[in-house]
């Protein structure tokens, strides 16, 4: 059993059963609440459903700070209650996922026999969902290298690349529900009207623009965090604009996603990829 917490400021404490900070309980990782909305009319046995939504987590934990001696013991205090401050945002990882969180609680009470500290967190969880630790990327439209080094070219030529065969592709979502993905175009040539589709639900997002090479569009379908930026080496601009209206910023199911890329113009110079995080109910 194993933990490490990272606050905003970068400043990480891992929480394992050996020395220093030796974690003896840990829960709220496997179980989440919901809130059911119903609806019930007058005489009515029993309500209407209408819908559900998932609750904050809550993550507690317990353990004592193991020390040789008081000294030891309160240098070991300090560091701990820097590092879960409750002025800052952090980041939980834990059996392979990862979790953004809020420190609602930390402190320490002292056994009157031992004299030992011990530790408790109580971490809020706005998202109730572990996620991967490393982002899922998926290429929907690239070039593919077709040499190695060492490298020795004929007399009669060679191919260094070969274009993706087909537009369509298969995302899967290894997680337990959606979730919202960051989709990028990049033109090597001139490009217009870029889009996606997804041909599971009939949902697109498309671009009303016309690209030139080397630039890039990305658009992020999260929930509450949903743009369209432009970027021009360091510079990021707003580029909602260019958004077609009937464009709907979909969410990648539980499961296998099927997509498929086009343009108006010069669709075999659109490159095309997609990042995301899948999302877990617990761990």
Same mark, same amino acid.
């Given at each position: ?108 009470? !002292? ?10 967190? @109580? #971490? =809020?969880?706005?998202?109730?969902? %572990?996620?991967? +630790? ?94 369209? !930026? ?10 909602? @604009? #260019? =958004?077609?209206?009937?464009?709907? %910023?979909?969410? +990648? ?31």
């Amino acid at each position: 059993m194993e933990l490490t917490y990272t606050n905003r400021d970068g400043e990480s404490i891992t929480l394992k059963q050996s020395r220093p900070y030796f974690l003896m309980k840990i829960d709220g990782t496997g179980n989440i609440r919901q809130t059911v909305n119903t609806f019930k009319a007058p005489d009515q046995d029993g309500a209407f459903y209408i819908s559900s939504t998932l609750d904050m987590r809550n993550i507690t934990i317990e353990g004592t700070v193991v020390a040789d001696t008081p000294d030891e013991a309160y240098k070991r205090r300090q560091r701990f209650l820097q590092i879960f401050s409750p002025k800052l945002l952090g980041t939980l990882q834990y059996r392979e996922r990862q979790i953004s969180c809020v420190v609602e609680e930390a402190g320490f009470s !002292v056994s009157n026999r031992q004299r030992i500290p011990n530790f408790f967190v @109580s #971490l =809020l969880c706005p998202s109730p969902f %572990f996620e991967t +630790l490393n982002e899922v990327r998926e290429e929907l439209a690239s070039w593919i290298p077709l040499f190695e080094f060492e490298l020795e070219i004929p007399m009669t030529g060679m191919e260094f690349g070969m274009r993706q065969p087909s537009q369509i592709i298969t995302v899967e979502n290894i997680g337990d529900v959606s979730c919202g993905c960051e989709i990028v175009f990049r033109a090597l040539g001139t490009v217009s009207n870029p889009e996606l589709l997804n041909i599971d639900t009939g949902e697109y997002i498309r671009l009303l623009t016309t690209m030139s090479a080397g630039d890039e569009l990305r658009v992020y379908t999260h929930f509450a965090g949903k743009r369209v !930026v432009q970027i021009d080496g360091s510079t990021i601009t707003n580029a909602f @604009s #260019l =958004l077609d209206t009937n464009s709907v %910023f979909f969410q +990648l199911a539980a499961g296998l996603n099927t997509l498929r890329y086009d343009a108006s113009v010069n669709m075999e110079l659109l490159e095309v990829s997609i990042y995301f995080r899948p999302q877990f109910l617990g761990v």
